[in-house]
């Protein structure tokens, strides 16, 4: 661990003019503060604070970012306040541990809800000042230097896919490869631990047979270059484990089939040289088509500059090449970090600038193909990324459909969704999305979700935008019914209703409005008889209690037949009073009386079909239904309490089907008329217990 002076002289080296007795006073606070706390690893807490600020040292950050990075887990993890912090040392370095410490309160949420709305705000936290995300990326380093001390695998690996899904993309972005490179690695370790030590086993085979080669080639190079008049520095290195395996998942090839696992740098005196360089080692060596990158005259987002190329050594190995000055060099491997300390030439609203680029990159990609690039491994086994036709990109779980996607972008896109084209073809809403997929959603003028989709969606932002929007449908549905009953209701009681009339009744009820009670008359929630008492008080003193139907006995009579002839009603579409209905004649067993729609009319096209109509007083079926319950206790009860509240007596009950989160059943239930079957199956749809009801 550094020692205090030795921090304290590290920066005074970068930077004479920094307040020494401030940084003393930060080291000490973060001691004291963490006290006994300690690591995992055994160590004392304040270890990792000071090991993040020596980190920030290697930056050449200023005095503010070293006294952030020392305080950074003290209003997290001790009793320090921010407020403490401030009056202490002052509005700056607070302001900027606050915003370490709102990133740590993200960071610590329940996984499910830290998906792409916390990734977001995470990152427009980061992006409150440059140097908050600086401290973040060093902590996150150095926890995951110390991982392997955690004991629990679950928290390792968790740690691990958070670096490795978040962090080492953020330190991409910021143009801080060396981070970058060293959270893919130990992250990889972690979460690969096998393929890992295959790698670095084959690796170093490697190095043992043909040791040396790195250096042979750099000098060669290096010779090449200095034939030509160019003085350049040349540095080689193995590839490390983790790139060679993306290689190998993107490429679906063997280890032996990854040619490039050296890349080479050359650092060159001036801009001019750089195009020199390439030139020549074009010429000397043959170069990969396709595989040239300038950098140079078009930096990346992140400011990184340089020429990529890919050659042929001995026309066998491939080795990757890059080219630079030792300027762009520099500010390559420092990245943002680079461009905040040379912010006294640079202006720093730049640095704050890119890293708003870089919400807009996650949030909806203008370089989706290059973020890509780090999402085609098998590493993210739990989700996948798709295309908006644009190119912007979206994160979804696993299993995610069109329609989650089409959510994902925007509720009302979801919600008007009529179709979807996956990679320009025509495909059904349940379609699974694959990695990549470009996915332009087809939309309807009047389309609506379907309670249906609810079957195959997977997020939650879907789901919960679909029950809404069924919700509300029925609502309205189950209103217009109210509406019609409402005004038969109205005809029964002794006075002429109008709105003044309504008005009264609603303020009798409790109610806020007519659409509640509409809702309510449909819905069933309220008795005709409470309704016309509502409306007209006293009017049902005499109300006729036989009215109850049940308590009457069944009467269906059919109109159209001859006398005396015998009927059924069929089994297979159960018509009810107030159904269309079709009689066919079969000989020896009577009248068959089916549903207009009945599916198994097409068997009877060899018997007479009759035109038949209910009789007058007609009343008393049993209508056949399905209705799909949420499965979870009380559902079933409150289904029930349904039939029994309006007076249907459930002949049957059937469980025909489990399908997590739902449960089906198909019952007979014995009902007035068509109408009384309607007003069931509004009150069941309205119902929170019900997903679906239908009748079959
Ligand atoms: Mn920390």
Redesign the pocket.
């Known amino acids: 661990m550094l020692r205090q002076y030795e921090l304290v002289e590290r920066v005074l080296e970068y930077d004479p003019d920094a307040d020494e007795a401030a940084l003393n006073r930060a080291y000490v606070y973060t001691v004291q503060k963490h006290g006994s706390q300690k690591r995992a690893s055994g160590d004392p807490y304040f270890s990792?604070?000071v090991e993040?600020a020596g980190l920030m040292t290697d930056l050449q950050l200023d005095q503010e970012t070293i006294m952030t990075a020392l305080l950074?887990?003290t209003v997290e993890d001790t009793l320090a306040t921010i407020e403490d912090i401030e009056a202490n040392f002052g509005p700056e370095v607070a302001r900027l541990v606050d915003g370490v410490t709102k990133l740590s309160k993200i960071e610590a949420m329940p996984e499910n809800e830290r998906a792409a709305e916390n990734l977001r705000k995470f990152l427009l936290a980061m992006s409150e000042d440059i140097r908050v995300s600086l401290v973040k990326l060093a902590?996150r380093l150095h926890?995951m230097r110390t991982l392997h001390f955690i004991k629990k695998p679950e928290k390792r690996q968790r740690i691990a896919r958070e670096t490795m899904d978040i962090y080492a993309p953020l330190a991409e972005r910021v143009g801080m490869y060396e981070y970058m490179r060293e959270m893919q690695l130990l992250a990889f370790e972690q979460l690969e631990p096998e393929a890992f030590k295959t790698i670095s086993d084959r690796l170093a085979e490697l190095r043992g047979q043909d040791g040396g080669q790195v250096d042979a080639i750099a000098l060669a190079v290096k010779q090449a270059l200095a034939e030509a008049g160019l003085t350049v520095e040349v540095s080689g290195r193995e590839k490390h484990p983790y790139s060679i395996w993306r290689k190998m998942a993107e490429r679906h090839v063997s280890f032996e089939q990854v040619t490039d696992i050296m890349a080479f740098r050359v650092i060159c005196e001036d801009e001019a040289d750089c195009y020199r360089a390439m030139g020549i080692l074009h010429t000397t060596w043959q170069f990969l088509p396709g595989r040239f990158k300038d950098y140079i005259s078009t930096p990346k987002n992140n400011g990184y500059r340089s020429l990529h190329t890919s050659l042929m050594y001995e026309n066998s190995m491939r080795v990757e090449v890059q080219i630079r000055t030792r300027d762009m060099h520099q500010r390559n491997e420092f990245g943002l970090a680079a461009h905040w300390a040379y912010k006294q030439e640079d202006s720093a609203d730049g640095a704050v600038g890119w890293l708003r680029d870089l919400i807009e990159i996650v949030d909806a990609s203008h370089d989706a193909e290059e973020l890509l690039e780090h999402t085609r491994m098998a590493i993210y086994q739990d989700r996948i990324f798709a295309f908006t036709p644009k190119g912007a990109l979206f994160q979804l779980p696993i299993g995610a459909t069109p329609v989650d996607f089409a959510f994902a972008v925007h509720t009302d896109l979801g919600a008007a969704t009529l179709g979807a084209k996956i990679n320009g073809r025509h495909m059904p809403l349940r379609t699974q999305l694959n990695n990549g997929d470009v996915v332009d959603i087809i939309k309807g003028q009047n389309a609506e979700p379907e309670l249906s989709w609810l079957g195959f969606v997977v997020t939650g932002k879907a789901r919960a935008a679909i029950r809404r929007a069924v919700r509300l449908k029925e609502h309205a549905e189950v209103a217009e019914i109210g509406r019609k009953l409402f005004d038969e209701i109205a005809d029964r009681v002794p006075a002429k209703i109008g709105k003044k009339a309504i008005q009264g009744a609603l303020d009798r009820l409790e109610m806020g409005d007519e659409e509640d009670l509409m809702f309510a008359i449909g819905a069933a929630k309220i008795e005709d008889r409470e309704v016309m008492e509502a409306l007209v008080p006293g009017c049902t003193a005499n109300f006729d209690e036989d009215a109850d139907w049940t308590k009457r006995e069944r009467a269906i009579s059919i109109r159209g037949l001859t006398p005396g002839v015998g009927f059924q009603l069929a089994t297979c579409c159960h018509p009810v009073p107030g159904d269309r209905i079709v009689g066919l004649r079969k000989p020896h067993e009577g009248v068959e009386v089916h549903a207009i729609d009945c599916l198994e009319l097409a068997n009877g096209v060899d018997y007479d079909w009759l035109d038949l109509s209910w009789g007058k007083r007609s009343q008393g079926a049993l209508g056949r239904l399905r209705v799909t319950l949420y499965d979870k206790p009380g559902t079933l009860s409150e289904a029930t309490g349904i039939f029994g509240h309006n007076l249907a007596n459930v002949k049957t009950l059937e469980h025909v089907q489990h399908d997590p989160p739902f449960s089906s059943y198909e019952m007979d239930l014995e009902v007035q008329d068509l109408a009384h079957l309607t007003r069931i199956l509004s009150a069941l749809r309205a119902s929170d217990a019900v997903a679906q009801a239908e009748r079959i």
Do not use: L
């Open positions: 990792h604070p993040v950074h887990d902590d926890n």
